[in-house]
């Protein structure tokens, strides 16, 4: 038999690199996350009034496909979705339905409003702008999930075999995927240059305190001292800041 050269051995390794992201993939998640985001789309553009002056402007057009390839990339993500694993916190589920309303206030308000030029940031530099932080603010959230994987879910929950994270993005800060959605909608309601979008990313703010405490009360009660330890050693949303 001819010995593998250099390519062959290559070519093995380059298909045990894409079974890797192909082992992560789940149908259901990419089923509900595609569907979720064809409504949200849907929504924002009946908010706005109509198809075709709402894909006129770049930025707006640009946020939809950004939105889109975002969402393919986490179909492989090994996320564990909505999953209650082996316990979850009650407090979780209620905090949710908080930001189930306030996301769909966020995804009606601000493009009304740009539509209608009420309360409104003047020019387009505020556009791109905010294009720019959504893209950043959701590459940050996307690259917490995969580092989670089938740990990460949409309620605060232990799952099997869960283990605490401290390393990669989550070294110096405990909660980089909330880092990252509050970025990613201050970008979102920027688009729309929607002052009012800023106050409601207040009052997202303010929620994900809320969360956060019953999250770190959570981890603190299943993994004791290593988690406090873990805890004092970083931060809670961004490095020497907060």
């Known amino acids: 038999m001819r010995p593998e050269g250099p390519w062959a051995a290559l070519c093995r390794q380059d298909k045990f690199a894409l079974l890797i992201p192909m082992a992560r993939f789940d149908r259901r998640i990419a089923i509900i996350s595609t569907f979720a985001l064809i409504v949200q789309i849907?929504?924002?553009?009946l908010a706005?009034?109509?198809?075709?002056?709402?894909?006129?402007?770049?930025?707006?057009?640009?946020?939809?496909?950004?939105?889109v390839l975002l969402n393919v990339v986490a179909w492989f993500s090994g996320t564990s979705g909505l999953s209650?694993?082996?316990?979850?916190?009650?407090?979780?589920?209620?905090?949710?339905?908080?930001?189930?309303?306030?996301?769909?206030?966020?995804t009606i308000i601000p493009p009304y409003c740009d539509r209608h030029d009420l309360l409104t940031i003047d020019g387009d530099a505020t556009r791109y702008l905010g294009l720019a932080l959504f893209w950043i603010g959701s590459v940050i959230r996307l690259i917490a999930i995969f580092a989670l994987g089938r740990r990460f879910s949409g309620l605060v929950?232990?799952?099997s075999d869960h283990k605490l994270k401290t390393d990669g993005i989550y070294k110096q800060v405990r909660h980089p995927s909330y880092t990252g959605i509050l970025v990613a909608m201050i970008g979102f309601v920027l688009v729309?240059?929607?002052?009012?979008?800023?106050?409601?990313?207040?009052?997202?703010?303010?929620?994900?305190?809320?969360?956060?405490?019953?999250?770190?009360?959570?981890?603190?009660?299943?993994?004791?001292?290593?988690?406090?330890?873990?805890?004092?050693?970083?931060?809670?949303?961004?490095?020497?800041?907060?």
């Open 48 to 67: 706005w009034g109509d198809w075709n002056s709402f894909f006129a402007h770049p930025a707006r057009r640009e946020l939809v496909i950004a939105s």
């Open 192 to 242: 729309f240059r929607s002052t009012i979008g800023l106050v409601l990313n207040i009052i997202l703010f303010l929620l994900l305190l809320s969360r956060m405490a019953d999250e770190e009360n959570f981890l603190e009660a299943e993994f004791g001292d290593e988690y406090r330890s873990y805890r004092e050693k970083t931060w809670r949303l961004l490095p020497f800041v907060y």
């Open 84 to 106: 209650s694993g082996k316990s979850s916190s009650p407090q979780s589920k209620r905090i949710l339905l908080w930001f189930m309303v306030l996301f769909l206030a966020m």
């Open 157 to 159: 929950a232990i799952q």
């Open 42 to 45: 849907a929504v924002i553009i």
